[in-house]
């Protein structure tokens, strides 16, 4: 068999990157464009350009969009994330335009972050933690033997699986709180205010979650997933033994 193909027990060559599996620095790129570029290209629009407060929120939805599909469509993503964000986007820019409301079209974007709260909250609930997704590249950070010791914990491990329901509650709870906060706002706030201030909502709703989830369910996650790839490394190197 090619040294390219994954071994039989579910490792890959050293170095390599499972198919699949975003890197933290992809992600924190794409969150970067998502943010950044809206707020910029609002500005320059309508300060710069003079263009309608509307006008000027609908283009700046545009690249944000388009990277989503991007990775759904060209790259052919599994990411359900970006799926979801691209439907709730897209839905809520053909509404906005239809009804020309600019605070709706500010909400909408608080609109994709509800739905996904709702989702990822009744998938930890479920016992199928969707944000298990987001969490594994920085855990596994590309190491074979990291990414083997996450698949056996998570189909075996009991306490595993419920740090990986506790992150996931966590996270969607934090998602549905930025999301009550963006709305109110975008209604009660003026609009040239709203558009930046809306980041300051999530950064404080992202910083809370990471901070809440790191003490609840990462840092234990990140000890059992070390353990057990040492566990694995040692098993591995008694049987060649």
């Known amino acids: 068999m090619s040294e390219q193909t994954e071994r039989s027990d579910g490792r890959s060559p050293a170095g390599e990157r499972r198919s699949g599996e975003e890197s933290p620095l992809a992600g ?24 309608s407060v509307m006008a000027s929120l609908a283009w700046s939805s545009v690249v944000p969009a388009l990277r989503t599909s991007w990775s759904v469509f060209v790259r052919r993503s599994t990411n359900r994330f970006a799926l979801a964000v691209l439907i709730v986007t897209l839905v809520g820019l053909v509404l906005s335009l239809w009804t020309g409301d600019a605070r709706l ?14 989702v990822v909250l ?9 944000m298990s997704a987001a969490l594994r590249p920085w ?3 590309g190491v074979p033997a990291r990414s083997s010791a996450w698949q056996h914990l998570s189909s075996s491990s009991g306490p595993f699986r419920a740090a990986e329901r506790r992150y996931s509650l966590v996270w969607g709870l934090a998602l549905l709180t930025e999301c009550v906060l963006r709305v109110i706002g975008a209604y009660t706030m003026p ?10 909502i999530l950064a404080v709703c992202v910083v809370a979650a990471v901070a809440v989830s790191g003490v609840l369910a990462t ?15 040692a098993e591995g190197s008694g049987k060649r033994g």
């Open 139 to 141: 855990l596994v950070r």
């Open 28 to 51: 924190i790129l794409g969150l970067l464009l998502d943010v950044g570029v809206p707020i910029t290209s609002y500005y320059v629009l309508s300060k710069g350009f003079g263009l």
């Open 122 to 130: 009744f998938s930890a609930l479920r016992g199928t933690p969707l």
């Open 191 to 200: 609009v040239d205010f709203m558009v930046w201030f809306s980041t300051v």
């Open 105 to 118: 079209m500010l909400a909408k974007d608080s609109g994709a972050t509800g739905a996904l709260s709702i």
């Open 219 to 233: 840092k234990p996650m990140e000890k059992m997933v070390a353990a057990e790839a040492d566990a694995l490394a």
